[in-house]
């Protein structure tokens, strides 16, 4: 059924358990081609479990997820995805040089045991470029500092040439210059028609290029609409009283903000 060729990730009443627990309750989701979305929302309230399961890296415990139009489960283009995780465990101890990391974002275009042809080297060149690390690509990642790392990370993302990119925390202690950097290098990728899902804290030099906020409460969508600035982020959708506050639309708008209903109307079996 193709029914909304322009949602390029939608996810319908998506509950996700782990350990036993519920982490995500039932969110909706949907992200149109071109959007830049900003997740946001406090420790554990299931930002990076909503990223992983609409990737598939996550098993979904009810509801639907559909990338490019087409269920998560018969979705098998990865070649339009790209995935940056989060740093911690990004350069490992892995003594990869950046040429190794960047080039193996390119590995899922590549036909099987084939050598990188001047497409590749092209890619992976241009992503280098827009992160600023082309005069770096012999030297190990492990003895980059790590917005140098989480650069060359979204490098190897880019250098895969995503339709669909999700980033988890990618400006997480990274210093202003480096997410400057990054904010510059998702420029060129939104202005490419690139659509984009971000886990972040704060957006900083990212705000201008987000389109939307999204922010999560104990795994649930608690606001969902224009791109909320630093200051308004760390008030009271991100408090841990159940208390809500933005005024509550029932207009279905297309633009209008989103904010969820009371916590107990929607709770879900175990
Ligand atoms: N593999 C797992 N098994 C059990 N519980 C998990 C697992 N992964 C995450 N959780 C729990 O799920 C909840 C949501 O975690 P998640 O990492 O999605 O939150 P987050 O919003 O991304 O937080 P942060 O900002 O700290 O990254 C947390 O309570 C976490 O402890």
Redesign the pocket.
């Given at each position: 059924m193709s029914t909304h060729p322009d949602l390029v990730v939608s996810a319908r009443g998506l509950s996700v358990v782990?350990?036993g627990?519920p982490?995500l309750r039932r969110v909706d989701l949907d992200v149109r081609r071109g959007e830049f979305v900003a997740l946001m929302?406090?420790?554990?309230?299931?930002?990076?479990?909503?990223v992983r399961a609409l990737t598939g890296l996550r098993p979904v415990a009810a509801g639907e997820v559909r990338l490019f139009d087409t269920p998560l489960d018969r979705f098998h283009e990865r070649q339009r995805l790209g995935f940056v995780p989060?740093r911690p465990g990004a350069g490992g101890g892995v003594p990869a040089s950046v040429w190794e990391v960047v080039s193996s974002g390119r590995l899922t275009r590549r036909r099987w045991l084939r050598p990188f042809g001047s497409a590749d080297r092209t890619a992976i060149r241009a992503a280098l470029d827009v992160v600023g690390l082309a005069d770096r690509v012999g030297d190990s990642v492990s003895t980059l500092s790590g917005g140098q790392q989480q650069r060359v990370l979204i490098a190897r993302a880019l250098a895969g040439e995503p339709e669909l990119l999700f980033l988890d925390?990618p400006t997480a202690g990274v210093d202003l210059p480096n997410q400057v950097a990054l904010a510059d290098a998702l420029g060129i990728l939104k202005s490419r028609g690139a659509t984009i899902v971000l886990?972040a804290?704060e957006l900083g030099p990212l705000a201008p290029l987000i389109d939307r906020a999204v922010v999560?409460r104990d795994g649930r969508v608690a606001y969902d609409g224009p791109a909320l600035d630093d200051h308004a982020v760390h008030g009271p959708l991100f408090g841990d009283s159940h208390t809500h506050h933005h005024h509550a639309t029932d207009t279905g708008a297309p633009h209008a903000p989103r904010v969820a209903a009371p916590l107990d109307t929607a709770e879900e079996g175990s």
């Open positions: 782990l350990g627990r982490i929302g406090a420790n554990g309230s299931g930002k990076s479990t909503l989060q925390e886990v804290h999560m």
